[in-house]
C-alpha cells in the first residue's frame, strides 16, 4: 500500500514537472510539436525499460482496436492539456483538469452501464459550480477560449479513463502506455516533420525535460496500482495543486486568485465524496 501511494506522489510531481516544461517551451513550439517530441524522448527511455523488466511478450497484444482508440483519445487529450497549460497559470490549468472525475461519474452510467445515485449526482453539480469559479465564464472567453480547450482536455482524460477499465482487464499497463506513446508520434510527425522546428539550445532543455517526466510518471501510476487500489489512491493525486502553485510562483510569479482556490476546494472535496461514496457502495 505504502509503495503505491508514494509512486503515485511521484507520478503527480512528475506530470506538474512534464506541464512546467510545456509552459516553458511554449513560446517556441506548439502543442502538435511538442506531443511529438514528448513520445520520441518518451519512448526512447520506455522500451529499454520494457525489454530489461519484462519479457517481449509485453509489446504484443491481441486488443489493437482498443489501443488505437486510448491512444487517438489520450494524444488528443494530451494536445489539449499542453494548449492550456501554454495559455493559462499553471494552478488553473491544473484546477480545470481536475474536472476529469466528475466527467468519468457523469458519463459512466451511458458509456459503461454503471449505476450513478443521488449522492454522486448532486456531487457532480457541486463539483461544476466550482469548474465554474475557476473558469469565470463570460463573453471575453470567446476571445482567449482556453479555459474551454482544459475541459475539453478533461473530457477526453475522463474518456481514456474508462477505456482504461476496459484495458487493464487484459492487457500489462505497460503495453497500453507503449501504444499510446506510438500512437502518439506517428499521428503528430506528419505536422512537426513538415511544420515544425527543431529546438534551439535554449528550448533544448525543457523539451527533453518534458519526454523524461513523461517516462518517469507514465511508469511510476501504472506501477502504483499494483501496490494499491485507484480509491485508495486518488486523493492523493490532488497534491497537484500544490506543486502547480509552487511551480506558477518560482518560474512567473503567478498566484491563484481567491476565486480559483475556492473553485479548486470545491471541485477537489467534489471528487473525494465521490470516492467516498463508491467505496461505500463496493462494501
Known sequence: MYKGI????IATLGIVLMNTCVKMSSFAHDPVEMVFYRGIIALSLLIPYMLVTQSPAVFKTK???AHLYRAIVGNLGVGFVFWTYARLPMTDATALLF??????TTLSPILLKEKTDLYR?????VGFTGILLI???????LSNPASLIGLAGALCMA???MALRNLGRTDDPLTTVFYFMLVGVVISAPYALIFGSLPDMNVLPWVIGIGIFTAIQQVAKTTA???AEASLLAPYTYTAIVWATLTGWIFWKDFPTLAVILGTLVVIGSNLFIVWRVGQNSR
Not at 508514494?6 to 506522489?9: A, N, S
Not at 474536472?99 to 468519468?104: D, I, M, N, W
Not at 449526482?121 to 453539480?125: F, H, K, L
Open 63 to 65: 486488443r489493437i482496436k
Open 225 to 227: 496500482f499494483r501496490f
Open 121 to 125: 449526482w448532486s456531487a457532480v453539480i
Open 99 to 104: 474536472a476529469a472525475p466528475l466527467f468519468v
Open 6 to 9: 508514494i509512486l503515485i506522489l
Open 159 to 161: 474518456l481514456v479513463d
Open 135 to 141: 473558469a469565470r465564464p463570460s463573453v471575453s472567453i
